[in-house]
């Protein structure tokens, strides 16, 4: 009886130490990576790329769809401000709603048609709303189409391979029945690096939902060519002196750490004119 509970103690004591090695253990990672070594900050003084006043009137002579949600919204903003600062006539800027019927257009002119599309956390009834959107007309009316997936639809319990497979479907569909509309794939948004103990522990516990991201984005990059690339990830994650980060970089960062402040508005904005561009006829 004696030997018993003391086996009993011995086993009760094991678990003790036990679960107080696993608390220090992630205690110290969290430590290592909340005082550890930060990433480079951005330089304060970045200041939006320079995009000319030509490629701004070829852009605006494009008819472009795009199905998105807040980071959507961030970019559209940031032509706004190019077009602005530039004092270049901007595009015509044409809100839609899926089922719509197709806007009516001026002839001969280019147009931003945009709409919010689904709903946050549902990429398949995202891609099913774009596809919808497409079928209804508009794949006659403009010029260039993209669907933006968010950082809300994509996280460390996604399914990533599903959603590509359901992605690339989806455009590989419509690319085949909609020859003559040119299909840009984008990358899904990247949010900023946890800044707390309680959002390194999150990231510990649930798993990093920027890798999942990148999981993703690796598959658009290596399925479509980079004429018909849009990298928002990539743009989000290089600070203004060049250095790639795997998160949002800070100088980018509206104050929710996970929406585009001004500058990275215009940014992002900057690089989605240079693939319109690029893609506008000679």
């Given at each position: 009886?004696?030997r018993?509970?003391?086996?009993?103690?011995?086993r009760a004591?094991?678990?003790?130490?036990?679960g107080?090695?696993?608390v220090?253990a992630?205690?110290?990672?969290?430590l290592v990576?909340?005082?550890?070594?930060?990433?480079?900050?951005?330089?304060?003084d970045?200041?939006?790329?320079?995009v000319?006043?030509?490629?701004?009137?070829?852009?605006?002579?494009?008819?472009v769809?795009i199905g998105?949600?807040s980071?959507?919204?961030?970019m559209l903003d940031?032509l706004?401000?190019?077009?602005?600062?530039?004092?270049?006539p901007?595009?015509e800027?044409?809100?839609?709603?899926?089922?719509?019927?197709?806007?009516?257009?001026?002839e001969g002119?280019?147009a931003?048609?945009?709409?919010?599309i689904g709903?946050?956390g549902?990429?398949?009834?995202?891609?099913a709303n774009?596809?919808?959107a497409?079928?209804?007309g508009?794949a006659?009316?403009?010029d260039?189409a993209m669907?933006?997936?968010?950082?809300?639809?994509?996280?460390?319990?996604?399914?990533?391979?599903?959603?590509?497979a359901?992605?690339?479907?989806?455009?590989?569909?419509l690319?085949?029945?909609?020859?003559?509309?040119?299909?840009v794939?984008a990358?899904?948004?990247?949010?900023?690096?946890?800044?707390?103990i309680?959002?390194?522990l999150?990231v510990?516990?649930?798993?990093?939902?920027?890798?999942?991201?990148?999981?993703?984005?690796?598959?658009?990059r290596?399925?479509?060519?980079?004429d018909d690339?849009?990298d928002?990830?990539?743009?989000?994650s290089?600070?203004?002196?060049g250095?790639?980060?795997?998160?949002?970089a800070?100088g980018?960062?509206?104050a929710?750490r996970e929406?585009?402040?001004a500058?990275?508005?215009a940014?992002?904005?900057?690089?989605?004119?240079?693939l319109?561009t690029?893609g506008?006829?000679?």
């Open positions: 009886m004696l018993e509970r003391r086996g009993t103690r011995a004591v094991g678990r003790v130490l036990l107080a090695a696993v220090l992630v205690g110290a990672v969290v990576r909340f005082w550890g070594p930060r990433e480079p900050e951005p330089s304060p970045a200041v939006t790329p320079a000319t006043p030509a490629e701004l009137g070829a852009a605006a002579g494009q008819r769809f998105h949600m980071i959507g919204w961030n940031g706004q401000r190019l077009y602005a600062d530039a004092d270049v901007e595009a800027v044409v809100q839609v709603s899926v089922g719509d019927p197709p806007p009516d257009l001026p002119q280019g931003v048609v945009h709409t919010e709903v946050n549902d990429p398949l009834g995202k891609l774009f596809d919808t497409m079928r209804s508009l006659d009316e403009v260039v669907v933006k997936l968010c950082f809300t639809d994509v996280t460390a319990r996604t399914d990533v391979e599903q959603v590509f359901a992605y690339q479907e989806t455009l590989d569909g690319q085949r029945d909609f020859p003559d509309v040119r299909f794939h990358t899904v948004p990247l949010t900023a690096a946890p800044s707390g309680k959002q390194h999150k510990l516990l649930r798993g990093d939902d920027n890798a999942a991201r990148e999981q993703f984005n690796d598959l658009v290596e399925a479509y060519a980079d690339l849009f928002i990830a990539a743009v989000e290089t600070t203004a002196d250095t790639r980060l795997a998160t949002l800070p980018w960062a509206d929710d929406h585009l402040n500058t990275g508005s940014v992002l904005a900057a690089r989605f004119l240079d319109l690029q506008a006829p000679a």
